[in-house]
């Protein structure tokens, strides 16, 4: 969005930000809070765990899910899998985004 210049209006001073708290003190550590410079964003070794596994495991767990409610097996079409662990954790180790791509198999050795 753009600003209109005749909108504009010049940041408000310090002592002007200090005058609108009733203790001086805590303004002045609410305004040196506000304008101190920004953090860093979190690693996600300090990440909470609920935090860490929203960012790292819950979006491919979801997708492995319903890929697995989708299913179907290679003899009935009308049947899911037998083990459902099993298929999810299949399909978390070959979509794994963190996991390099699978290297190429070896070339087969040539035959006379």
Not at 27 to 55: E, K, N
Not at 63 to 76: F, P, V
Not at 82 to 109: G, I, K, M, T, V
């Amino acid at each position: 969005a753009t600003v209109s210049v005749l909108n504009w209006r010049p940041c408000p001073t310090m002592s002007n930000l200090l005058s609108l708290f009733p203790d001086p003190e805590e303004g002045a550590r609410i305004v040196a809070a506000c304008t101190s410079a920004p953090t860093a964003p979190p690693t996600l070794d300090s990440l909470p765990p609920q935090d860490y596994l929203d960012a790292t495991v819950v979006p491919i767990l979801l997708q492995g899910l319903e890929a697995l409610s989708k299913a179907k097996t290679d003899e009935d079409e009308s049947k899911r899998p037998s083990d459902a662990l099993e298929y999810l954790a299949h399909f978390l180790l070959a979509n794994n985004p963190q996991r390099d791509p699978p290297s190429p198999p070896p070339p087969a050795p040539a035959t006379e």
